[in-house]
């Protein structure tokens, strides 16, 4: 069975402090990797999306790195503007298969 | 480029009304839309996906006949929320994919329904 797994659940942070997130998937052939942002009460902003084992996408303070079996969404030295919850989907059959989310917490 | 509007963005209705949300893609021809529902603290839930000109595909669990979806043009999709129940309270939104063959979804804000 598809399935995406995000961990952790939660991330507090200090302003400046670099961490990653994570995204586990199994899935029966990958036809694309996507993280999205979402803050409170507003849709999601597409990001990022990675095709194959290897490839690394930037942009900002993000980047996102992908293997066979995960992906990492790496934050360097992260602003409070950057709190929000991160989600991580995986295309199969033409609809995307949604990860639970991270909250991340920057703290001034 | 990629965006995508949906109106309301609040509303309230009376238990037992009709409600319709917009959805559109402003800047591109979208073939295939999604309607999600959020609830607080969850993931995005998957109700159906339409294609413009055809009937919508509904996930399983989600009833038809109280989620009309229709997909007018390749710009425009709409949710109507029949019959509402304060149960049907939640955060819809709707999401657009610009070219056949690919998967990137483009989201709008959503809508806040409050049925009381």
């Known amino acids: 069975e598809d399935q995406v797994t995000q961990s952790p659940e939660a991330l507090r942070l200090q302003e400046g402090e670099s961490s990653s997130l994570n995204c586990s998937y199994t899935v029966s052939g990958l036809r694309g990797l996507f993280w999205y942002r979402q803050d409170p009460g507003k849709g999601p902003e597409f990001l990022f999306t990675l095709y194959s084992a290897g490839e690394e996408k930037e942009k900002e303070r993000l980047k996102a790195t992908l293997t066979k079996k995960e992906s990492f969404l790496h934050i360097t030295a992260p602003k409070p503007e950057d709190s929000a919850t991160y989600l991580c989907?995986?295309?199969?059959?033409?609809?995307?298969?949604w990860g639970a989310g991270t909250k991340l917490i920057i703290k001034p | 480029g990629a965006v995508v509007s949906q109106h309301p963005s609040r509303v309230i209705c009376k238990s037992g009304t009709s409600v319709k949300i917009e959805c559109r893609s402003l800047?591109?021809?979208?073939?295939?839309m999604f309607w999600y529902r959020q609830f607080p603290k969850k993931s995005l839930m998957l109700m159906a996906t339409s294609n413009e000109g055809s009937k919508a595909t509904y996930e399983q669990g989600v009833e038809k006949d109280k989620f009309l979806i229709n997909h007018a043009s390749l710009t425009l999709s709409t949710l109507t929320v029949t019959s509402a129940h304060p149960e049907d309270s939640s955060f819809y939104i709707c999401?657009?994919?610009?070219?056949?063959?690919?998967?990137?979804?483009?989201f709008g804000p959503g809508t806040r329904l409050t049925v009381t």
């Open positions: 999401s657009a994919r610009p070219l056949q063959g690919s998967y990137e979804q483009y």
């Open positions: 989907a995986v295309a199969s059959n033409y609809q995307l298969i």
């Open positions: 800047d591109f021809q979208a073939t295939t």
